[in-house]
C-alpha cells in the first residue's frame, strides 16, 4: 500500500518570495507521483507528474518539482509566487498505470500582499 | 472537450434516505474514479471503473454505498440509508487509461446529511 505525508497543513508566504511544500511518499513498489491545486470552489487540477525519467520536472504556473528516491520525497517549489496562487495543494501517489491516486492531506498555501 | 460534469452539485438529505449522484465523464475517456473528500483531508479513493468493468473497491466503502457504469459512460454512485457521516464531497475523475496517466476532476457533490 502507498501512502503520503504532507509536512505542513499551512504555509503563509510573502507575494514574491519563493516557496516549497514538502511531500513525502511510502511504498513497496515503485509509483507515480503528482501534484494537484485546488482553488477555491474549483475542482482538482493537476500541476505537474513523475512517471519516469529525469527527477525534476516543470509544471503549469511555474511550478517544478524534483523526486528524490532515496529520501522518499517530492517536494514542489516556485521560486516567485503570485496572489494567485493562494490554494490547497495536494500530493498524491499511484501504482505504475492508470491507477487510483493515494493523495495527502493537503497544504494550503497563503500568498500574503 | 467539455470536461468531467457532476450532478447535482450540491444535496442536502436526511438520515436514513437514500441519494444518488451522477458523473459524465470526458468522451473517450474509459477509465472513472469516485472518491471523497472531507473537511481538512485530501480525496479519499472509493472505486474505480474500465468501461463498465468495476475494477477495484476501497475497504472504505460500506454495503451501504454503489457506484456503476452501466455502458461505459456515464456513472452512478448510490448512498442507501445516508449517516452523518457521509457528509463530504463526492469527486469523480475520467482518465484515458493510456500514456499521460492524468485525471481529470469534476467540480463535486458536496452532500449534507442532516
Known amino acids: 500500500a502507498q501512502s503520503v505525508t504532507q509536512l505542513d497543513s499551512q504555509v503563509p508566504v510573502f507575494e514574491e518570495a519563493p516557496v516549497e511544500l514538502r511531500c513525502n511518499y511510502s511504498?513497496?513498489?515503485?509509483?507515480?507521483l503528482f501534484w494537484y491545486v485546488q482553488y477555491p470552489n474549483q475542482g482538482l487540477q493537476l500541476l505537474l507528474k513523475?512517471?519516469?525519467?529525469?527527477?525534476l520536472v516543470k509544471g503549469i504556473n511555474g511550478f517544478e518539482a524534483e523526486f528524490n528516491k532515496s529520501q522518499t520525497s517530492f517536494h514542489l517549489r516556485k521560486p516567485s509566487v503570485h496572489i494567485s496562487d493562494t490554494a490547497e495543494y495536494f500530493c498524491?501517489?499511484?501504482?505504475?498505470?492508470?491507477?487510483?491516486?493515494?493523495f495527502g492531506k493537503g497544504t494550503r498555501l497563503s500568498v500574503i500582499a | 472537450d467539455t470536461g468531467v460534469s457532476q450532478n447535482p452539485r450540491h444535496k442536502i438529505t436526511k438520515r436514513g434516505q437514500n441519494v444518488t449522484f451522477r458523473c459524465d465523464p470526458i468522451?473517450?475517456?474509459?477509465?472513472l474514479y469516485w472518491y471523497r473528500q472531507t473537511l481538512g483531508q485530501g480525496p479519499e479513493f472509493l472505486t474505480y471503473?474500465?468501461?463498465?468493468?468495476?475494477?477495484?473497491k476501497s475497504r472504505l466503502l460500506s454495503d451501504r454505498f454503489s457506484a456503476e457504469r452501466p455502458k461505459g459512460s456515464f456513472s452512478t454512485l448510490e448512498i442507501q440509508r445516508t449517516e452523518q457521516g457521509d457528509s463530504a464531497m463526492y469527486l469523480c475523475?475520467?482518465?484515458?487509461?493510456?500514456?499521460?496517466?492524468?485525471?481529470?476532476f469534476g467540480p463535486g457533490t458536496r452532500l449534507t446529511v442532516t
Open positions: 475523475a475520467s482518465s484515458t487509461g493510456q500514456g499521460t496517466y492524468e485525471q481529470y
Open positions: 468522451s473517450e475517456h474509459n477509465r
Open positions: 511504498s513497496s513498489v515503485s509509483v507515480y
Open positions: 471503473f474500465q468501461n463498465e468493468a468495476q475494477l477495484e
Open positions: 498524491a501517489v499511484s501504482r505504475p498505470g492508470n491507477t487510483p491516486l493515494v
Open positions: 513523475y512517471l519516469s525519467g529525469s527527477t
